[in-house]
T-cell receptor, first 112, second 112 residues
Framework: DAKTTQPNSMESNEEEPVHLPCNHS???????IHWYRQLPSQGPEYVIH???SNVNNRMASLAIAEDRKSSTLILHRATLRDAAVYYC?????????????FGKGTLLTVNP | DTGVSQDPRHKITKRGQNVTFRCDPI?????LYWYRQTLGQGPEFLTY????????KSRLLSDRFSAERPKGSFSTLEIQRTEQGDSAMYLC??????????FGEGSWLTVV
């Protein structure tokens, strides 16, 4: 599986935008970029995914570099409920089972 | 909202005892995954089912672990002769073909 690199931790203030980076220099053409987050004592929660174009949904935006070797998850206005571990994962759509391979993710702290 | 349901949510057991976890996937999801997560780490893949067929098992799944998915509906994960190193959160997830993977809340196991 192609690897991703994320900062171990980041800090933000409430109601400010947050940009969570992810590097994936070995990404292949069939890898989708997925983001999940995990709140304390809960299972991972799907946030957003994309292939080449930037994506928006009600939770966040995903900005993908033109060469696809990096991406950024954008939370437009952080709230205390956004404090979680955020995982950037490459998922190969041509793989036989499409499983997700998690790294350690980025622990986001949101200050009031 | 009928998401992925896991039972029990918490289990404390003595070393050497057997434990079984149950997972009810989202209705009509044909793919089911089991993961294990220890403190400070991301979830680690254990095994994957497509309908009733177990198609992939991680090396993490020792011979004390067995998973089943009879009739392609709910799944069970049994751990025999538990060891303290088995203490972790066991996560179940499901998806429909190449669709988004959704996780349950997890089952916490503590082996004393």
């Amino acid at each position: 599986d192609a690897k991703t690199t994320q900062p171990n931790s980041m800090e933000s203030n409430e109601e400010e935008p947050v940009h969570l980076p992810c590097n994936h220099s070995t990404i292949s053409g069939t890898d989708y970029i997925h983001w999940y987050r995990q709140l304390p004592s809960q299972g991972p929660e799907y946030v957003i995914h994309g292939l080449t174009s930037n994506v928006n949904n009600r939770m966040a935006s995903l900005a993908i570099a033109e060469d696809r070797k990096s991406s950024t998850l954008i939370l437009h206005r952080a709230t205390l409920r956004d404090a979680a571990v955020y995982y950037c994962i490459l998922r190969d759509v041509e793989g036989s089972n499409y499983k997700l391979t998690f790294g350690k993710g980025t622990l986001l702290t949101v200050n009031p | 909202d009928t998401g992925v349901s896991q039972d029990p949510r918490h289990k404390i057991t003595k070393r050497g005892q057997n434990v079984t976890f149950r997972c009810d996937p989202i209705s009509e999801h044909n793919r089911l995954y089991w993961y294990r997560q220890t403190l400070g780490q991301g979830p680690e893949f254990l095994t994957y089912f497509q309908n009733e067929a177990q198609l992939e098992k991680s090396r993490l799944l020792s011979d004390r672990f067995s998973a089943e998915r009879p009739k392609g509906s709910f799944s069970t994960l049994e751990i025999q002769r538990t060891e303290q190193g088995d203490s972790a959160m066991y996560l179940c997830a499901s998806s429909s073909y190449v669709d988004t993977i959704y996780f349950g809340e997890g089952s916490w196991l503590t082996v004393v």
